[in-house]
């Protein structure tokens, strides 16, 4: 008969080594090439979505953040000027952490609400209830 542990350790040995990091909330990294004078993020409606945000807004921060005027054409977002992937990915990254991220209890269950020009984020899990600072 076989015990627990040695059951236990040959799981272990059959698990690859790549397994997720049991992180439920992971940011996508942007999808995207540069055409000209433009950059294309072609999943940027998919990364709004995994954040929880509107589109409209998200693309507002970002665009502020990178001094860059842009838009929203299908699924995509257009920069008009060249940026690089890691810009945008750091970006995004100050996005959740600003918007998405609850301060109290660190998890992304939060809904945005705007009351006048400030911005408040509740979070779902633990109930704090704060504002944000906003650039745009």
Do not use: W
Not at 32 to 46: D, L, P, Q, R, W
Not at 49 to 62: A, D, E, M, T, W
Not at 71 to 94: D, H, L, M, R, T
């Amino acid at each position: 008969m076989t015990s627990y542990e040695e059951l236990l350790d040959r799981a272990k040995e059959i698990l690859p080594d790549d397994a997720s990091t049991g992180e439920r909330f992971e940011i996508p990294k942007v999808k995207g090439h540069i055409e000209g004078n433009k950059t294309i993020v072609s999943n940027f409606i998919a990364i709004a979505q995994i954040l929880g945000r509107k589109p409209q807004h998200f693309l507002k921060y970002i665009l502020k953040e990178l001094a860059t005027p842009g838009e929203i054409y299908k699924q995509a977002a257009i920069f008009k000027s060249k940026v690089p992937a890691s810009k945008i990915n750091e970006k995004i990254g100050q996005y959740a952490e600003l918007f998405v991220i609850c301060k109290e209890c660190g998890k992304p269950d939060t809904k945005i609400t705007k009351e006048g020009n400030i911005y408040y984020v509740k979070c779902q899990a633990c109930g704090a209830r704060y504002s944000v600072y906003s650039k745009i």
